[in-house]
């Protein structure tokens, strides 16, 4: 199997917002292989010019596995490119058929990879914040086995940060209610993030590690929805309410 070509084609259907079919459909990849085209086709986005900021972790609640069918934790990886302003105007042209999703981030204060313990993964955080995160699988209809999904950088797309709290905020349990236009579309629970998303955070430094990397000071990681995530519409108005960490939000333009 051509890994590299595999990559150019996820990498292209992200770059201009086209869907493209399954590969499950042909030939699935086994998720070593996945894992080699995402870093592969994220290899050609850091050559035009983009920088990696963070990862982001997939399926990590019920809901999320519930949703797409997968039930194996995911990662992925984040940069400049994909962030979307906070308060700003989201284009849905940028995107297939987006979705979006309660999250929270953790901002890194240092190196973190391999097998830690929530204490260490902790003491690595400088802060944390609420987020949303903006998926938009590349295959047709939004389906996708783990190897698709993998190779296709875990949906990542886009996010927005809000602002950044103490790392000592009890984030075990917080309220997330995912709004719609002014009504609850989503309501769930940071505990729905395997139980703590800290365990997201203990799960990322294992799994860049089995990538030869690791997360960085600096580096913002995403922990993954809480709930299931809500197909984006132009003119929407998306707010997210977590508990003790505020609000954030965008509207769909065009
Ligand atoms: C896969 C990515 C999952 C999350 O937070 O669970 C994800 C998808 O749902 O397309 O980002
Ligand atoms: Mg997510």
């Known amino acids: 199997m051509d890994l590299a070509k595999i990559a ?10 086209t869907e493209i079919p399954q590969f499950s459909d042909e030939k699935p990849l086994s998720v070593e292989e996945a894992y080699a085209v995402q870093a592969l086709s994220m290899q050609r986005r850091y050559a035009r010019g983009e920088k990696r900021v963070g990862i982001k972790m997939g399926l990590t609640s019920r809901a999320k596995m519930i949703q797409v069918g997968v039930s194996d934790v995911v990662w992925g990886r984040l940069t400049d490119g994909m962030r979307e302003e906070e308060g700003g105007v989201v284009s849905m042209a940028k995107y297939v058929h987006p979705r979006v999703e309660p999250e929270i981030a953790f901002l890194m204060k240092k190196p973190l990879s391999g097998e830690v313990s929530a204490l260490e993964a902790m003491s690595a955080v400088e802060a944390v914040a609420p987020a949303l995160e903006i998926i938009d699988s590349r295959y047709k209809a939004f389906k996708f086995d783990v190897g698709d999904v993998i190779a296709d950088n875990s949906s990542s797309s886009g996010f927005v940060v809000g602002s950044w709290h103490n790392p000592e905020t009890d984030i075990s349990n917080l309220g997330m209610v995912l709004n719609i236009d002014g009504r609850a579309g989503e309501i769930g629970s ?15 430094a294992r799994m860049v590690a089995s990538a030869g990397e690791e997360l960085k000071a600096g580096d913002i990681v995403l922990a993954g929805g809480a709930t299931a995530a809500i197909p984006m519409a132009v003119g929407q108005s998306v707010l997210l309410e977590v508990e003790g960490l505020g609000q954030i939000g965008f509207k769909v333009g065009e």
Do not use: N
């Open 190 to 204: 940071s505990a729905a993030i395997l139980g703590h998303p800290v365990r997201s955070l203990v799960s990322a």
């Open 8 to 17: 150019e084609s996820v990498d292209e259907a992200a770059r201009t917002a």
